[in-house]
């Protein structure tokens, strides 16, 4: 059973959504939070597998609240998608840095939203081709210090890293295998033996340390990373 925890201060939001992934054999909504501050706090005491987190929020915004829950060594299981009305950069990038596992906007297909939870409560990351095009290019830009310097690359197989650059163009487990003639486990075990070596949480994280360290680059769409 998937626990998710609802952090939304509207409260009609909160019971659309509830009654939409409660209906759900394999999901189950534990608790609702109405701001940030709630949020963090009914987090460490429902320690949820998923939390829906909407980022403008009173008594803490989203963002924050995620850098909390995700910073707890109690809630080293908790993943969150971050929950919002546009899609815009800022809020992009710095969710991403916040530890968040993935990005929706509100009016997302019911269908969407449950893959989502359940993807995302597999270990999966969720970017859109369109949400990781723009992330990819606003990291970028900025000047801001890499998670891992280039180096730390070092102790990556070739392999890894050619793994490692389909994640940063935004390929799930299932096209990373058809690109690399392997199994979808396989593909899988690659990428969680990456996240132990660089010590990142989740698949987001990889994307933003692909395109730190350099090992792919604004407009690269899945050819064979260099050597």
Do not use: C
Not at 96 to 101: E, K, L, V, Y
Not at 141 to 151: F, G, L
């Amino acid at each position: 059973m998937i626990r998710v925890l609802l952090a939304d201060d509207q409260t009609l939001i909160r019971a659309g959504f509830r009654a939409l992934l409660d209906a759900e054999n394999d999901m189950e909504v534990v608790a609702e939070a109405g701001t940030g501050t709630e949020a963090v706090r009914l987090a460490k005491a429902a320690k949820p597998d998923v939390v829906l987190m909407d980022i403008r929020m009173p008594g803490g915004d989203g963002i924050d609240a995620t850098a909390t829950i995700l910073a707890s060594t109690e809630l080293s299981g908790t993943r969150v998608i971050m929950l919002t009305t546009f899609e815009l950069d800022d809020y992009i990038i710095d969710s991403i840095r916040a530890g968040a596992s993935g990005f929706l906007v509100k009016d997302t297909e019911p269908e969407e939203l449950i893959r989502a939870v359940r993807a995302v409560a597999d270990g999966d990351a969720l970017l859109s081709p369109s949400v990781t095009r723009r992330l990819l290019t606003k990291v970028a830009a900025e000047s801001r210090p890499a998670p891992a310097a280039p180096s730390s690359l070092e102790q990556l197989t070739a392999r890894e890293r050619e793994v490692l650059a389909l994640v940063g163009a935004g390929l799930n487990n299932a096209l990373i295998a058809e690109k690399l003639y392997i199994t979808p486990l396989t593909a899988k075990t690659h990428v969680s033996r990456i996240m132990t070596k660089l010590m990142v949480r989740d698949r987001a994280q990889l994307v933003v340390l692909a395109y730190e360290s350099g090992l792919v680059r604004p407009g690269w769409t899945g050819a064979a990373p260099e050597r």
